[in-house]
């Protein structure tokens, strides 16, 4: 596979002690035995998300065909899929902004992205492992239920984990790509609602998603929220 690791990802560490999602899932692909390439040249890269979400067209579009390009070389003309470690940055490479050319356009069609959630669940449907004896929480970003993967989210987290909970009603976290920085008063009304639909108990427990912006914006003094590929590093390395 070839890994893309989104911006967001180069630039935050996954959790409070500085673990790299990007060592994070190299450790994983080790333990399945799976070989991820990561291109050259990606560090000035990114989906183009904070340029398109402000209303930069022309500077988001000139981003999404640079990265496009890049990733069309290393994966050999969409030979090899493309796995991206964050749920909005896999939603935008599948639904770009108007306005790529058509030479982009055509290498696009070619290419094969794999959000970071069914890459996670292919690798770990025949691990025999017994669930981790933690009950945990689980939080789908926007993107996860706009592409569908909620459900594969939550079957993963059950082969990882002994007792998942999903709020019944999860709504956006209100984050926003960086929003929640600008206008915190938003996230905190936002998450309000999805923790509201928690139990005290179930407030202190791990929580997991597929974004580092919705994973901060999720997290509080009582909960903190981290990617979902540290849970299932360690349920690999489980016995």
């Given at each position: 596979?070839?890994?893309?690791?989104?911006c967001?990802?180069r630039v935050?560490?996954?959790d409070s002690?500085?673990?790299?999602?990007?060592?994070?899932i190299?450790?994983i692909?080790?333990?399945?035995?799976i070989?991820l390439i990561i291109?050259?040249k990606?560090d000035?890269?990114?989906?183009?998300?904070p340029f398109s979400s402000?209303?930069?067209?022309e500077p988001?579009?000139?981003?999404?065909?640079r990265t496009i390009?890049?990733?069309?070389?290393?994966?050999?003309e969409?030979?090899?899929?493309?796995?991206?470690d964050t749920?909005?940055c896999?939603?935008?490479?599948?639904?770009?902004n108007?306005?790529?050319s058509?030479?982009?356009n055509t290498?696009?069609?070619k290419l094969?992205f794999?959000?970071i959630i069914?890459?996670l669940?292919?690798?770990?449907k025949?691990?025999?492992?017994k669930?981790?004896d933690?009950?945990?929480v689980?939080?789908p970003t926007?993107?996860?239920?706009k592409?569908?993967?909620?459900?594969?989210?939550?079957?993963?987290?059950k082969?990882?984990a002994?007792k998942v909970?999903?709020?019944?009603?999860s709504?956006?976290?209100?984050?926003a790509g960086d929003?929640?920085m600008?206008?915190p008063q938003?996230?905190?009304n936002?998450?309000k609602?999805?923790?509201?639909q928690l139990?005290s108990?179930?407030?202190?427990?791990?929580?997991?998603?597929s974004?580092r912006m919705?994973?901060?914006?999720?997290s509080?003094?009582e909960?903190?929220y981290t990617?979902i590929?540290l849970?299932?590093?360690?349920?690999l390395?489980s016995?």
């Open positions: 596979f070839i890994y893309y690791p989104s967001i990802s935050f560490s996954t002690e500085n673990q790299s999602i990007i060592e994070v190299g450790q692909a080790e333990l399945a035995e070989k291109p050259d990606i000035n890269t990114c989906c183009s998300t402000k209303g930069y067209n988001g579009i000139d981003m999404f065909e390009n890049i990733l069309y070389e290393a994966s050999k969409g030979k090899i899929p493309i796995v991206v749920s909005p896999t939603y935008k490479f599948l639904h770009p108007d306005g790529i058509n030479e982009i290498k696009l069609k094969k794999i959000d069914p890459f669940d292919s690798i770990t025949d691990i025999k492992h669930p981790l933690k009950e945990i689980v939080h926007c993107s996860t239920q592409m569908e993967h909620a459900q594969i989210m939550e079957s993963l987290a082969r990882c002994k909970t999903i709020p019944e009603n709504g956006c976290c209100g984050f929003r929640g600008i206008v938003l996230t905190i936002a998450v609602f999805n923790k509201d139990s108990e179930q407030r202190k427990l791990n929580g997991y998603s974004s919705c994973e901060i914006g999720m509080d003094r909960q903190t990617s590929a849970l299932v590093r360690d349920y390395i016995k």
